[in-house]
């Protein structure tokens, strides 16, 4: 069974990819399961990935919100998948909390994104996080 970390890596994989092609997510999930110890595919990924694109406009929505300097279909998509799966955490999966949801976005961002992207991601889901702790209390 895979912890929580991989199934954010292969759910943040998989969404980015998916920013590639014009498939469905079921052929991106069948792609995945050819794929088989790579990227490991549970029925927790698949929901995780199904719920970014079911809520993409608002997760969007709040991106744009919050880049003042670059327009969602400007900003790289490593960037994007990264901050729609954290922003899609913070607000939908009451497991995981606002800050580990971050955290875990920043060390995606670390590994696959450049560094000029890490300060970018960062700054952007900061901002997010003070204002949805603001609404929270």
């Known amino acids: 069974m895979a912890g929580r970390r991989e ?4 759910a943040f994989l998989l969404s980015f990819e998916k920013l590639f092609l014009d498939d469905d ?8 399961e050819e794929l088989g110890e790579f990227i490991p595919l549970n029925d927790e990924v698949k929901k995780l990935v199904r719920g970014i694109f079911d809520k993409q406009d608002e ?13 969602v279909n400007r900003i ?10 954290a922003i899609y955490e913070a607000l939908y ?16 961002t670390e590994k696959y994104a450049l560094d000029p ?9 900061g901002a997010f996080a003070k204002d ?5 209390e």
């Open 7 to 10: 199934v954010r890596q292969a």
């Open 25 to 32: 997510l079921e052929k991106i999930f069948e792609g995945a």
């Open 59 to 71: 997760l969007d929505a709040i991106i744009a919100k919050y880049s003042d300097k670059r327009a």
């Open 76 to 85: 790289p998509k490593v960037d994007l998948a990264v901050m729609r799966l």
């Open 93 to 108: 999966d009451d497991k995981v909390p606002v800050n580990v949801a971050i955290s875990e976005a920043v060390g995606l």
């Open 117 to 125: 992207d890490i300060s970018f991601v960062n700054g952007l889901l």
């Open 132 to 136: 949805i702790k603001k609404d929270g």
